[in-house]
């Protein structure tokens, strides 16, 4: 099955610095690429996402970068603010089609606990 | 995005009991999905619960431990039985966009629930 790895685990900034987050994974299948922020006490929330057809997407002061070759996308938050501090989690989708049905399955990476200092 | 709502939100059990976590959902949704994550860990998946049709469940996951109906295409809930501290977790009820029936992977999450058992 899918294998998700993502560095750092832990990630300390000063406000207004850049942060990244790296994840690979290992079904070159795979061809959907979501990031999810979690803050304390709530639900992961996705936040962008990239699908294999694409090599970059940004959206404001966040954006991803995917490069299928070597199998690895990353994250990257500038002009980071206090409330970006969470844990935010990559995962890769692996399109699974039993019997003609349209389904698939999401696999996290382990998490990065950003944060970002006043 | 659908409006998920979970419930209870949290709750501490004792040990060998049993406790229901519903998930509501504010439109009809093809599939559902409950997740676990573990005190400061990424999110497992458990099953894939699909209406009118049985669980779908990982390794290492078992009907007897989680139980999970699927009376329709809003509500779902999943059963955690016979309690041990080490199901002392984050339960996350999950909803797929679909794009004409099709799998897109963007699946959007519930608050969670947060059960600890003694």
Same mark, same amino acid.
């Given at each position: 099955?899918?294998?998700?790895?993502?560095?750092?685990?832990?990630?300390?900034?000063?406000?207004?610095?850049?942060?990244?987050?790296?994840?690979?994974?290992?079904?070159?299948?795979?061809?959907?690429?979501?990031?999810?922020?979690?803050?304390?006490g709530?639900?992961?929330?996705?936040?962008?996402?990239?699908?294999?057809?694409?090599?970059?997407?940004?959206d404001?002061?966040?954006?991803?970068?995917?490069?299928?070759?070597?199998?690895?996308?990353?994250?990257?938050?500038?002009e980071?603010?206090?409330?970006?501090?969470?844990?935010?989690?990559?995962?890769?989708?692996?399109?699974?089609?039993?019997?003609?049905?349209s389904?698939?399955?999401?696999?996290?990476?382990?998490?990065?606990?950003l944060?970002?200092?006043? | 995005?659908?409006?998920?709502s979970?419930?209870?939100?949290?709750d501490i059990?004792?040990?060998?009991?049993?406790?229901?976590i519903?998930?509501?959902?504010?439109?009809?949704?093809?599939?559902?999905?409950?997740?676990?994550?573990?005190?400061?860990?990424? %999110? $497992?998946?458990?099953?894939?619960?699909?209406?009118? =049709?049985e669980?779908?469940?990982? +390794?290492?996951?078992?009907? !007897?431990?989680?139980?999970i109906?699927?009376?329709?295409?809003?509500?779902?809930? %999943? $059963?955690?039985?016979?309690?041990?501290?080490?199901? =002392?977790?984050?339960?996350?009820? +999950?909803?797929?966009?679909? !794009?004409?029936?099709?799998?897109?992977?963007?699946l959007?999450?519930g608050?969670?629930s947060?059960?600890?058992?003694?």
């Amino acid at each position: 099955g899918e294998n998700v790895e993502q560095h750092p685990s832990t990630l300390s900034v000063q406000e207004g610095d850049s942060a990244v987050i790296k994840c690979t994974y290992s079904d070159s299948a795979s061809n959907y690429f979501p990031w999810y922020k979690q803050e304390l006490g709530k639900g992961p929330q996705l936040i962008i996402d990239i699908r294999s057809n694409v090599g970059e997407k940004k959206d404001q002061r966040i954006a991803v970068t995917l490069n299928k070759t070597a199998k690895h996308f990353s994250l990257h938050i500038t002009e980071t603010q206090p409330e970006d501090s969470a844990v935010y989690f990559c995962a890769a989708y692996t399109p699974v089609l039993p019997g003609g049905t349209s389904y698939g399955k999401l696999t996290f990476g382990q998490g990065t606990i950003l944060t970002v200092h006043p | 995005s659908a409006v998920i709502s979970q419930k209870p939100s949290r709750d501490i059990c004792q040990r060998g009991t049993s406790l229901t976590i519903q998930c509501q959902v504010d439109s009809q949704v093809t599939m559902m999905f409950w997740y676990r994550q573990q005190p400061g860990q990424s %999110l $497992t998946l458990i099953a894939t619960a699909n209406q009118g =049709s049985e669980a779908t469940y990982e +390794s290492g996951f078992v009907i !007897d431990k989680f139980p999970i109906s699927r009376p329709n295409l809003t509500f779902s809930t %999943l $059963t955690v039985s016979n309690m041990s501290p080490e199901d =002392s977790s984050i339960y996350l009820c +999950s909803v797929e966009e679909r !794009d004409r029936d099709r799998s897109t992977g963007e699946l959007f999450f519930g608050e969670g629930s947060r059960l600890t058992v003694l």
